[in-house]
């Protein structure tokens, strides 16, 4: 059955899992996502990234901070405002600061993350009425193929 909400951000979510793909090749978790810019689901692609915490030995190589960084600096600002972060897995605490912080106007994301989600799952910081910025959160976007990306590589291990 088609939905309304999600299926615009199925081409999106695209992107993010073939960046997700990539990651076990360094023995990363394959989380992967793409920020687009103003124009929703359509908008082009300016920062891509996927886990690389094993590649880098840096502990904030997640897929999100490091999309996230590549749109400030493509755009030369922080301030990621029109912009929409689509991820594989539902972001981590650390990775819905970034959020909140870059000022992105939405998430969307996979699969949920029942162990450290920030976006729902455990906590749900990205709509803390606390905080001064609080972006559109649109879950569970081809969440079978994100989930059974992870559940995959797990297995593996």
Same mark, same amino acid.
């Given at each position: 059955?088609?939905?309304?909400?999600r299926?615009?951000?199925?081409?999106?979510?695209?992107?993010?899992?073939?960046? +997700?793909?990539?990651?076990?090749?360094?023995?990363?978790?394959?989380?992967?996502?793409?920020?687009?810019?103003?124009?929703?689901?359509?908008?082009?692609?300016?920062?891509?990234?996927?886990?690389?915490?094993?590649?880098?030995?840096?502990?904030?190589?997640?897929?999100?901070?490091l999309?996230?960084?590549?749109?400030?600096?493509?755009?030369?600002?922080?301030?990621?405002?029109? $912009?929409?972060?689509?991820?594989?897995?539902?972001? $981590?605490?650390? $990775?819905?600061?970034?959020?909140?912080?870059?000022?992105?106007?939405?998430?969307?994301?996979?699969?949920?993350?029942?162990?450290?989600?920030?976006?729902?799952?455990?906590?749900? +910081?990205?709509r803390?009425?606390?905080?001064?910025?609080?972006?559109?959160?649109?879950?569970?976007?081809?969440?079978?193929?994100c989930?059974?990306?992870?559940?995959?590589?797990?297995?593996d291990?």
């Open positions: 059955m088609s939905d309304p909400l299926d615009p951000w199925r081409p999106a979510m695209r992107l993010a899992l073939a960046e +997700a793909e990539r990651a076990p090749a360094t023995g990363d978790v394959p989380v992967g996502a793409v920020v687009l810019g103003p124009g929703g689901p359509g908008g082009e692609p300016l920062g891509r990234g996927r886990n690389e915490r094993e590649a880098t030995g840096d502990p904030t190589a997640h897929a999100e901070v999309a996230l960084r590549e749109a400030a600096a493509r755009l030369g600002s922080w301030r990621l405002a029109g $912009c929409t972060l689509v991820v594989t897995l539902e972001p $981590c605490t650390m $990775c819905a600061g970034a959020i909140v912080l870059s000022r992105v106007d939405r998430v969307v994301y996979g699969a949920l993350d029942p162990k450290a989600g920030a976006a729902g799952s455990v906590w749900d +910081a990205l803390d009425r606390r905080l001064n910025h609080r972006p559109e959160v649109i879950t569970s976007v081809l969440a079978d193929e989930g059974a990306l992870l559940t995959g590589f797990f297995r291990r």
